[in-house]
C-alpha cells in the first residue's frame, strides 16, 4: 500500500465531503465570519483543519474565529490549544467559564451529565458569538453523531428526530452549522492520527462509560462491520423521506386523503421492492444533484469541487 497515496485520498475525501454539505445546505457565504468551536477533540481538530484549506481555495470570502470553551475541568491543559492555534495563525479566543463545577454540583453521582453541560456550553457559546460578531457557528459533528442522535431519539425519546447540518438557534439570534455532516468518523480518526493534533480528553462526557450514545455508537460500529455499507444507506435515508408513509399527521393529511381516481407515485406500489442505489451512486447524486446546483448562490458551489 502506498501510504503517501492513501494520505492524499483521505484528504480530498475530507475536503470533498465538507465541501459538498457546505454547499449542499448553503452553510457558507461571502463575506460570513465563522466562528469555529474547538474542544480539543478529533472531531472539532478535523473540522478546523478542513475548513482552513477550503478557505485557501474557496472563490469567496470568509473569516475563521476559532472559539475554545475552557470548563475549568480538573487537569486542563489551558496552555495547549493557545499554543497550537497562535502556531497556526489563526485568530482565536479563549472563553472561562467555570461550567465543570456547576454540572458535579447538580448532577448526581453516577448520573450522565451530557445534557446539563451542552446547555450551559451552547449559552455561552451562543453569547460569545454576539460578542465577536460571528454570522455562523460551526460544530464538529459528523456523519455517525447525527446517526447516533437519529437512533437515540428513536429508541429513548419516542421521536423521528436527528441532528441537522444547519439551523437557527433556540433565540433565533444565529445560525448553527455542521460542515461535517457527510464525513464518516472513521475518516476524521485517521485524519487526527495523521495530523498529529494535541487531543485533550473531556474528564465530564468522556469519562463516563455508561452513556447510551456510546452504546449506539458501538451498535453502529458493529453493525458497519457486520454488514458494510447500512450505514451510508442509513444516512441516505435522512435525505430521502416519504412523509405519505411514515405516521404523522402533522406532516401529512391522513384525515383528508380521498381518492382522486389520478395514479400516484405515493400509492401502495411504495411498498414494492426497490433496488438499494449504492452508496457511492447516492453520494454522488447528492453531489450533482440539483440541490448543489441550485439552492446555494453560485459563488459558493465551487467549493466543493476546489482540490
Not at 110 to 127: A, E, F, P, V, W
Not at 225 to 236: A, C, H, L, V
Amino acid at each position: 500500500m502506498n501510504i503517501d497515496l492513501e494520505n492524499h485520498k483521505l484528504e480530498k475525501r475530507l475536503c470533498r465531503e465538507v465541501g459538498r454539505a457546505i454547499v449542499d445546505y448553503n452553510m457558507i457565504e461571502e463575506g460570513d465570519r465563522v466562528m469555529v468551536c474547538l474542544s480539543g477533540g478529533k472531531d472539532s481538530y478535523g473540522m478546523l483543519d478542513i475548513l482552513q484549506k477550503l478557505q485557501a481555495r474557496a472563490p469567496i470570502r470568509f473569516e475563521l474565529i476559532v472559539v475554545n470553551l475552557d470548563q475549568k475541568q480538573p487537569g486542563f491543559p489551558a496552555d495547549v490549544l493557545p499554543a497550537y492555534l497562535t502556531k497556526l495563525g489563526v485568530k482565536f479566543h479563549i472563553e472561562n467559564q467555570d461550567t465543570y463545577s456547576i454540572v458535579k454540583r447538580v448532577i448526581p453521582e453516577g448520573k450522565t451529565m451530557c445534557s446539563l453541560c451542552s446547555r450551559l456550553r451552547r449559552g455561552i457559546l451562543y453569547r460569545v458569538a454576539g460578542e465577536l460578531g460571528a454570522t455562523k457557528i460551526a460544530l464538529g459533528h459528523h456523519r455517525d453523531d447525527i446517526l447516533q442522535t437519529l437512533l437515540l431519539n428513536m429508541f429513548f425519546g419516542a421521536r423521528l428526530k436527528g441532528m441537522p447540518p444547519k439551523l437557527v438557534s433556540d433565540d433565533g439570534q444565529h445560525v448553527v452549522i455542521r460542515p461535517m455532516a457527510y464525513v464518516a468518523e472513521k475518516d476524521l480518526a485517521r485524519w487526527a492520527e495523521l495530523r498529529e493534533f494535541p487531543i485533550i480528553p473531556c474528564t465530564l462526557c468522556g469519562s463516563q462509560d455508561n452513556l447510551q450514545r456510546k452504546q449506539v455508537g458501538q451498535m453502529l460500529q458493529d453493525w458497519e462491520k457486520r454488514f458494510p455499507g447500512r450505514i451510508e444507506n442509513m444516512f441516505s435515508a435522512l435525505q430521502n423521506i416519504v412523509p405519505s408513509h411514515l405516521m404523522d399527521r402533522n406532516l401529512f393529511p391522513f384525515e383528508t386523503l380521498r381518492a382522486t381516481g389520478v395514479a400516484s407515485e405515493d400509492g401502495d406500489k411504495a411498498f414494492d421492492e426497490e433496488p438499494v442505489p449504492s452508496p457511492a451512486a447516492t453520494a454522488d447524486a447528492a453531489g450533482n444533484g440539483s440541490r448543489g446546483n441550485a439552492s446555494g448562490p453560485a459563488a459558493v458551489i465551487p467549493i466543493a469541487a476546489a482540490h
